[in-house]
């Protein structure tokens, strides 16, 4: 779609959320009239064409979801009405003709109404995690993987002690989505305490990692952003105080030592540009004395082999010198100081890492990236990543669509923004 195109969504009252799907070509959208509508995305004539429009829930539908393909068309929906449904389509049925999209039973374990809803990464069973105003998180998954019958909780996150209700503010979740780095694991933010904490679930138990933060006002929404090669992850929320918060956090803190700069193509050390290439050098030709020796040899074609041999030497003294210096001055490095350029696959698959050779603590360690300060100070609603984890789109009750990039110099700006009520009103 090379141009901006208004949808006739036809919904009876507001819109709470829309929700594409893996390929882009689905969309659905939810709001306070009860209904789900799903729209197909016509590539001949680049138009959204309603597939079908569901009577889904007593009250606001207020969140939707998508699984991954390879488990079929599975959309989630949640309402206050403190339900949460499966919808599965069933592509023998016609379009428009109701019976399109087949309605699980509702999950009804909660008692307060449900904010929050996203199916697992495709790399895990097929699963939803639910976040409601009474506190909890549920983690759902089917009994029968086949006919995706029967959904029954797994295990629950206590995340308000006590319980929590619907005035405390809602419960926002998200997975991670990166299946290399430590994997199950879930961001929950919100409710009545207004902190943000790490989970990761081992053996059907969700154990808390880390509390990222604890906020003066409501957490509205959170996304965890995919990594695409980043040593670290981006966590983003959406604050009622106007603030969008991003933080790094290391799930192995020996990255946190270690990692790239924030663009790939940025090295963000010393001043001095010749010392800190040597230093990158030297770490390179350590970690991989095969390759090193191999780009030494073709670079010096007409050298005889005695003076290849000196120079290994002299690199190898070099290079122990260095490691002799770092091990006695007793002192870590900066934490944004990087100490490879080779990004975060090489340190993902390297089991000697300097930090655990040097026995650092293996607890997971985070830090506040960028706290954003959107003018005008209005709640803001929702927040997503896009797919590389390289740009924040926000949504905020201004009725303003942003878009966020970070900057050479790690810095957020925006880059673009969309005023759907003045569209609305042009058209």
């Given at each position: 779609?090379?141009?901006?195109?208004?949808?006739?969504?036809?919904?009876?009252?507001?819109?709470?959320?829309?929700?594409?799907?893996?390929?882009?070509s689905?969309?659905?959208?939810?709001g306070?009239?009860?209904?789900?509508?799903i729209?197909d995305?016509?590539?001949?004539?680049?138009?959204?064409?309603?597939?079908?429009?569901?009577?889904?829930h007593?009250?606001?539908?207020?969140?939707?979801?998508?699984?991954?393909?390879?488990?079929?068309?599975v959309?989630?929906?949640?309402?206050?009405?403190c339900?949460?449904?499966?919808w599965?389509?069933?592509?023998?049925?016609?379009?428009?003709?109701s019976?399109?999209?087949?309605?699980?039973?509702?999950?009804?374990d909660?008692?307060?109404a449900?904010?929050?809803?996203?199916?697992?990464?495709e790399y895990?069973?097929?699963?939803?995690?639910?976040?409601?105003?009474?506190g909890?998180?549920?983690?759902?998954?089917?009994?029968?993987?086949?006919?995706?019958?029967?959904?029954?909780?797994?295990?629950?996150?206590?995340?308000?002690?006590?319980?929590?209700?619907?005035a405390?503010?809602?419960?926002?979740?998200?997975?991670c989505?990166?299946?290399?780095?430590?994997?199950?694991?879930?961001?929950v933010?919100?409710?009545?305490?207004?902190?943000?904490k790490?989970?990761q679930?081992?053996?059907?138990?969700?154990?808390?990692?880390?509390?990222?933060?604890?906020?003066?006002?409501?957490?509205?929404?959170?996304?965890?952003?995919?990594?695409?090669?980043?040593?670290?992850?981006?966590?983003?929320?959406a604050?009622?105080?106007?603030?969008?918060?991003?933080?790094?956090?290391?799930?192995d803190?020996?990255?946190?030592?270690?990692?790239l700069?924030?663009?790939?193509?940025?090295?963000?050390?010393?001043?001095?540009?010749?010392?800190?290439?040597?230093?990158?050098?030297?770490?390179?030709?350590?970690?991989?004395?095969?390759?090193?020796?191999a780009?030494?040899?073709?670079a010096?074609d007409?050298?005889d082999?005695?003076?290849?041999?000196?120079?290994?030497?002299?690199s190898?003294?070099?290079?122990s010198?260095?490691?002799?210096?770092d091990?006695?001055?007793g002192?870590?490095?900066?934490?944004?100081?990087?100490?490879s350029?080779?990004?975060?696959g090489?340190?993902?698959?390297?089991?000697?890492r300097?930090?655990?050779?040097?026995?650092?603590?293996?607890?997971?360690?985070?830090?506040l990236?960028?706290?954003?300060?959107?003018?005008?100070?209005?709640?803001?609603?929702?927040?997503?990543?896009?797919?590389?984890?390289?740009?924040?789109?926000?949504?905020?009750?201004?009725?303003?669509?942003?878009m966020?990039?970070?900057?050479?110099?790690?810095?957020?700006?925006?880059?673009?923004?969309?005023?759907?009520?003045?569209?609305?009103?042009?058209?």
């Amino acid at each position: 779609m090379d141009q901006d195109q208004s949808i006739p969504v036809n919904h009876d009252d507001f819109i709470h959320d829309i929700a594409y799907n893996f390929y882009g070509s689905r969309l659905a959208t939810c709001g306070s009239d009860r209904c789900i509508k799903i729209w197909d995305w016509n590539r001949q004539t680049g138009l959204w064409i309603l597939n079908e429009s569901i009577g889904a829930h007593d009250s606001s539908i207020v969140r939707l979801s998508w699984a991954h393909p390879e488990f079929g068309q599975v959309l989630a929906s949640c309402s206050l009405d403190c339900t949460v449904r499966i919808w599965v389509e069933q592509e023998t049925n016609m379009k428009n003709s109701s019976m399109r999209w087949r309605g699980l039973m509702p999950l009804g374990d909660s008692k307060a109404a449900v904010h929050s809803i996203a199916f697992a990464p495709e790399y895990s069973s097929l699963s939803i995690a639910t976040g409601s105003s009474d506190g909890k998180v549920r983690l759902y998954s089917p009994t029968d993987p086949v006919r995706l019958s029967n959904w029954t909780v797994n295990c629950m996150i206590d995340f308000v002690p006590g319980g929590a209700t619907d005035a405390d503010g809602p419960l926002c979740v998200s997975w991670c989505k990166s299946r290399f780095s430590s994997p199950h694991m879930l961001v929950v933010g919100g409710s009545k305490h207004k902190n943000v904490k790490i989970y990761q679930l081992l053996s059907n138990v969700f154990v808390e990692l880390l509390e990222l933060a604890q906020y003066d006002s409501h957490v509205l929404d959170i996304d965890w952003a995919p990594t695409m090669g980043r040593s670290y992850h981006l966590i983003a929320t959406a604050c009622a105080d106007g603030h969008i918060r991003i933080y790094k956090f290391w799930s192995d803190p020996s990255l946190a030592k270690t990692h790239l700069s924030d663009s790939l193509f940025v090295y963000d050390g010393d001043s001095d540009d010749n010392k800190d290439d040597a230093n990158m050098k030297a770490l390179d030709t350590s970690r991989h004395p095969d390759d090193a020796s191999a780009s030494s040899d073709e670079a010096s074609d007409d050298t005889d082999d005695s003076e290849d041999s000196v120079d290994d030497e002299d690199s190898e003294d070099s290079i122990s010198a260095d490691d002799d210096d770092d091990d006695n001055d007793g002192t870590d490095s900066d934490p944004d100081r990087s100490s490879s350029a080779s990004g975060g696959g090489l340190y993902a698959s390297d089991p000697d890492r300097r930090g655990r050779q040097r026995g650092r603590p293996s607890a997971p360690r985070s830090e506040l990236a960028s706290d954003i300060a959107v003018q005008p100070s209005v709640p803001i609603r929702r927040i997503r990543w896009n797919s590389s984890g390289t740009l924040l789109v926000s949504s905020s009750d201004d009725g303003v669509v942003r878009m966020w990039r970070m900057t050479a110099s790690g810095t957020w700006r925006e880059v673009a923004a969309v005023n759907a009520e003045k569209d609305a009103a042009e058209d």
